[in-house]
């Protein structure tokens, strides 16, 4: 582990300052790129055009005409939380609009795999629809869209997902109206917009058109900024780059979210999970509420998740929030008993004597397909390779399939190593798809071994000792008169998240002691800037040095009353 204080630009931290900027709050923002206060404005007014994202539109049109029409629009959705709020942005936004005859299906992960298939397409045409609608897939879905249309269905595809390629050539399905930042010719400058957002913005798009139609004008349209918590809480669950444009999204959601303005599913989703609304974070989002809505698509049916955001009754959506905790917890203990079966299996690899992998692919038949991405992304976190698990899949009629879910360290873009696996093995891939940092495929079980080899191999000709040294970038240092709760509290208030991350310092301290607490977690007594402060590692047993450089975050911790600074270690060197 290499810990290593990211550089903050002087002068734009000064910059910062001069706006007004409290100086700890300086520093951060010029270490993840923020140069100006002009950056830092959340405002509804500051999001990217809709015009700017191609296909808008033309999706506007479409909608607004099946409106006009009273035609029935049918959602299909994603079994994720990004695919859940995403859907239920759509039925709660179409709905706003004056749509009044909008349904969804949500694909079961075992039986219907992932996106839009010739069969949901069936699915959809039986259930009466004329229109069709993907959120946060259909990109790739080109059977499903092109017998959706020959159905006789009208299709628009919203989706932020890379496009499928063959031969090198990007191939695109022949919807009615494809929206989709990352499809060729778009200029919309958020390339990393989740699933939800796309779809908030073909409702902002939606929303333009019948103003323009003359349906309502700017004092009397409908609000849509009551859909913005959801789609702050899909943005982070999808664990996309929080760039200026997401950053803003997710703002204005917390921001609503804070306020008690927000779905009744959400709220009674806080309750749950133990946490407070009134004071919600990017952290709720990412580790208390968007696994409870995923625990749904990986054990049950989604469909449980889609009807908690959308619910408007108090007991309903207090009754789905407790049947979504109980699955999360089944999760859990799925996960638990997986993880350390494949962890087991993933260091073995490294045993004396071997080389150690450059990527790592683990199965088991026993495995759960609906942790495997958890699985994996704990393998990823542990011991720092690119990783993939696998489980054999229980659709009807591919037993002897394994479907895989992979998670990749920087440096290694591991849909573009799905592919380059796909060039050179042809067959051993059925299907793949996904991003830089996660992708998923399904292989025939007797290609396990040829599937692992590849992948190690691509891995040994990409990734060098450096990339495959676990690096941890921190803030540096922390002064002593910045270890105050209301700093703290600031501190929580903010937008981060992936590709902006929450704040880390590190410098050597002092163990004063050390003792494990629940048998898991390590309790700490420190000496920072010669003086005493409380942390905790949690999941952490080994003990430490007496000097020792930590990295580790700020939190407020309460004992009788009283609320004091704790450090949470993240990571130690020497």
Same mark, same amino acid.
């Given at each position: ?7 903050? &630009?002087?002068r ?18 010029a ?31 479409l909608?607004? #005409? ?19 709020t ?25 039986v ?14 039986? %259930? ?9 897939n ?9 017998? !959706? ?28 109206? &494809? ?10 400058? %958020? ?25 309502? #004008? ?8 009551a859909? &913005? ?6 943005t ?64 049950a ?59 790592i692919?683990v ?8 942790v ?8 990823? #976190?542990?011991?720092?390779?690119? %990783? ?65 080899? !590849? ?89 430490l ?5 930590l ?19 993240? !990571?130690?060197?020497?």
């Amino acid at each position: 582990m290499n810990i290593i204080p990211r550089q903050a &630009l002087p002068r734009a931290a000064w910059a910062l300052e001069q706006g007004g900027v409290h100086p700890l709050l300086a520093q951060l923002f010029a270490a993840r790129g923020i140069q100006s206060h002009d950056e830092l404005d959340d405002s509804l007014a500051k999001l990217l055009p809709p015009a700017t994202m191609k296909g808008t539109q033309q999706a506007a049109a479409l909608l607004a #005409d099946a409106i006009a029409a009273n035609q029935r629009l049918c959602i299909v959705a994603d079994y994720d939380c990004d695919g859940a709020t995403a859907c239920a942005v759509a039925l709660r936004g179409l709905r706003l609009l004056g749509a009044t005859q909008v349904s969804y299906i949500v694909p079961d992960r075992v039986v219907d795999g992932y996106g839009l298939t010739a069969p949901i397409a069936q699915r959809v045409k039986d %259930s009466g629809a004329d229109v069709l609608i993907t959120v946060d897939n259909g990109i790739a879905s080109m059977d499903g869209v092109a017998h !959706a249309r020959a159905l006789g269905l009208r299709v628009l595809v919203t989706d932020h997902h890379l496009p499928a390629s063959v031969n090198g050539q990007i191939v695109l399905p022949d919807a009615d109206v &494809l929206v989709n930042p990352n499809q060729p010719g778009c200029d919309f400058a %958020s390339k990393s917009i989740a699933g939800v957002g796309v779809m908030f913005y073909v409702l902002l798009a939606l929303r333009a058109e019948l103003r323009a139609r003359g349906h309502f #004008d700017n004092s009397s349209q409908p609000k849509l900024d009551a859909l &913005l918590p959801l789609v702050a809480l899909g943005t982070v669950a999808d664990v996309v780059k929080l760039d200026a444009n997401n950053r803003r999204l997710v703002a204005q959601g917390l921001k609503r979210i804070r306020s008690g303005s927000l779905p009744i599913g959400i709220a009674r989703l806080f309750v749950a999970a133990g946490r407070n609304a009134s004071v919600a974070t990017t952290f709720d989002f990412g580790f208390a509420l968007g696994p409870r809505i995923n625990a749904a698509g990986r054990l049950a049916d989604m469909t449980l998740g889609i009807e908690c955001l959308v619910t408007d009754d108090a007991a309903r959506a207090d009754e789905l929030a407790r049947a979504l905790d109980a699955i999360n917890r089944e999760r859990r203990v799925i996960e638990g008993d997986m993880r350390e079966q494949a962890l087991n299996i993933a260091e073995s690899l490294f045993e004396e004597g071997q080389d150690a992998p450059a990527a790592i692919c683990v199965f088991d038949p026993d495995f759960h397909e609906g942790v495997v991405g958890i699985v994996a992304s704990r393998i990823k #976190d542990k011991l720092h390779r690119p %990783s993939f698990v696998f489980a054999a899949s229980g659709a009807p009629g591919k037993e002897h399939e394994l479907k895989g879910s992979g998670r990749s360290i920087a440096g290694f873009h591991l849909r573009d190593a799905l592919d380059l696996v796909a060039k050179r093995h042809p067959g051993v891939l059925l299907r793949f798809g996904g991003h830089a940092m996660a992708a998923g495929c399904s292989i025939a079980e007797e290609h396990f071994d040829t599937f692992e080899a !590849a992948l190690s191999q691509v891995a040994r000709e990409w990734l060098d000792a450096a990339t495959l040294t676990r690096r941890l970038e921190t803030d540096g240092p922390l002064k002593p008169e910045y270890r105050r709760v209301e700093l703290v509290d600031a501190l929580h208030k903010e937008v981060w998240g992936q590709g902006f991350p929450a704040p880390t310092f590190s410098e050597e301290m002092d163990v004063i002691s050390q003792r494990l607490v629940g048998e898991k977690h390590l309790a700490l007594k420190l000496k920072h800037q010669g003086q005493p402060v409380d942390a905790i590692w949690f999941g952490h047993t080994e003990p430490l040095s007496a000097k020792v450089v930590l990295a580790f975050r700020l939190d407020a911790d309460e004992w009788q009353g009283q609320r004091r600074v704790r450090f949470l270690i993240e !990571a130690a060197q020497g």
